[in-house]
């Protein structure tokens, strides 16, 4: 009687892990694997340089947090990036290049907060990331909290 608990536990597991990582959910990557190639323009020094000006309170993380998956516009971030932010969202399909993993910390860690918010507000010509023009300057600085806090 164990044994067969354990054989239809490990069946369970098994299809809970295969269901989540078709759903587009899979584990941080932290090796140099996820390393995503781009050759997207460098944000200005003057914008390149800036560090995000808000604290990561529950606040600011929560309201970053519900632009990403509910009210940024044009299009919820969720879309592109996935539920945790490892680029495989329900849009992501077929798009050259694929959206940036921010679960990745190798690669992360190597992009300025000033980096972030100029990619935020222009887009990234060559991929699909979208200019967020009506977004203000607080709503993307609570952006990038809640995108370095995927990473984590």
Same mark, same amino acid.
């Not at 990557?29 to 604290?55: G, H, M, Y």
């Not at 495989?88 to 694929?98: L, Q, V």
């Not at 100029?118 to 990234?124: M, P, R, T, V």
């Given at each position: 009687?164990?044994?067969?608990?354990?054989?239809?536990?490990? &069946?369970? %597991?098994? %299809?809970?892990? @295969?269901?989540?990582? *078709?759903?587009?959910?899979? $584990?941080?990557?932290?090796?140099? #694997?996820?390393?995503?190639?781009?050759?997207?323009?460098? $944000?200005? #020094?003057?914008?390149?340089?800036?560090?995000?000006?808000?604290?990561? *309170?529950?606040?600011? *993380?929560?309201?970053?947090?519900?632009?990403?998956?509910? *009210?940024?516009?044009?299009?919820?971030? &969720?879309?592109?990036?996935?539920?945790?932010?490892?680029?495989?969202?329900?849009?992501?399909?077929?798009?050259?290049?694929?959206?940036?993993?921010? %679960?990745?910390?190798?690669?992360?860690?190597? @992009?300025?907060?000033?980096?972030?918010?100029?990619?935020?507000?222009?887009?990234?010509?060559? %991929?699909?990331?979208?200019?967020?023009?009506?977004?203000?300057?607080?709503? &993307?600085?609570?952006?990038?909290?809640?995108?370095?806090?995927?990473?984590?």
């Amino acid at each position: 009687m164990k044994q067969s608990h354990s054989g239809i536990r490990s &069946i369970l %597991t098994a %299809t809970f892990l @295969i269901t989540l990582v *078709t759903l587009g959910f899979s $584990a941080p990557a932290f090796s140099q #694997d996820c390393v995503q190639k781009r050759s997207t323009p460098k $944000a200005p #020094d003057s914008i390149a340089k800036l560090e995000n000006p808000l604290q990561a *309170t529950p606040e600011n *993380t929560s309201a970053g947090q519900e632009l990403f998956n509910h *009210t940024a516009k044009p299009l919820a971030c &969720i879309q592109c990036h996935g539920i945790n932010g490892n680029g495989h969202g329900m849009m992501a399909r077929g798009m050259e290049p694929k959206p940036r993993d921010f %679960t990745c910390s190798a690669m992360m860690s190597q @992009i300025p907060d000033g980096q972030l918010f100029w990619i935020i507000k222009n887009g990234s010509q060559g %991929t699909g990331m979208m200019a967020y023009k009506a977004l203000e300057e607080n709503q &993307i600085w609570q952006l990038i909290l809640h995108i370095r806090h995927l990473g984590k």
